[in-house]
């Protein structure tokens, strides 16, 4: 059973960056889809950045060009590195993983495995 858990959220001001990382604990493998998704309070969830097994990635149009998704299969860890923060990208962030090598997206009803999640706050 793998275990997801995120850290690296918090607190900036707009223009900032964070870096957000999940570690995964048990079985994840190297060609498992993994991505991440941002939910506000009382808002759907929604695709941010998948990493496909192959190495390819997709974004939703409101991240791409100022996030990056990353992986470093050594350490069981998915990345998301975010720049240019926005208010708009204040949420709480969820790691997600599924064992097959394809990326649906955005589409967090085909993900077996969720983190806690973590919480991102960008003020204007």
């Known amino acids: 059973q793998a275990q997801l858990v995120e850290s690296g959220g918090g607190s900036v001001q707009a223009g900032g960056s964070l870096k957000l990382s999940c570690t995964a604990s048990?079985?994840?493998?190297?060609?498992?889809?993994m991505g991440w998704f941002r939910q506000t309070a009382g808002g759907q969830r929604e695709g941010v950045a998948v990493l496909g097994g192959a190495g390819s990635t997709t974004y939703s149009d409101s991240v791409k060009g100022r996030f990056t998704i990353s992986r470093d299969n050594a350490k069981n860890t998915l990345y998301l590195q975010m720049n240019s923060l926005k208010p708009e990208d204040t949420a709480m962030y969820y790691c997600?993983?599924?064992?097959?090598?394809?990326?649906?997206?955005?589409?967090?009803?085909?993900?077996?495995?969720w983190g806690q999640g973590t919480q991102v706050t960008v003020s204007s």
């Open positions: 997600a993983a599924r064992p097959r090598a394809s990326c649906p997206f955005p589409a967090p009803a085909d993900y077996d495995y």
């Open positions: 048990g079985y994840i493998g190297s060609t498992w889809c």
